[in-house]
């Protein structure tokens, strides 16, 4: 993904008020790419925890919650960089589950 300018980030989040967005960021140098990814919503979550759950869908579930929460690139453009370099799905999806709380760390006590 190509440095958005301020004009386009503003369009983006204008289309999608409300919602919080990401940019989430692999690899360095020449191999470095970026996409912005809505946090994943309650149904989204939902789909991708059926799916990772289901051995016969599992290989497709980070995929699917990329698909699911990826605002920009456009849909062909994330196609043809899934198709280059495929394992940059889980990279992201694994990404997006700290984004939707995952890395949250948790506590409890006795009361």
């Known amino acids: 993904m190509a440095d958005l300018s301020q004009d386009e980030i503003d369009k983006l989040k204008a289309a999608h008020a409300g919602v919080e967005l990401h940019v989430v960021t692999a690899g360095s140098g020449e191999r470095e790419v970026s996409v912005i990814v809505k946090v994943p919503n309650r149904e989204r979550w939902n ?22 929460c ?42």
């Open 47 to 68: 789909r991708f925890k059926s799916q990772v759950g289901d051995p016969h869908r599992k290989a497709m579930a980070f995929e699917s919650l990329v698909r699911d």
């Open 70 to 111: 990826v605002v920009h690139p456009s849909t062909g453009e994330l196609d043809r960089l899934l198709e280059q370099r495929p394992g940059l799905a889980e990279a992201f999806g694994g990404k997006l589950t700290e984004i939707a709380g995952l890395e949250e760390s948790v506590s409890a006590k006795k009361l």
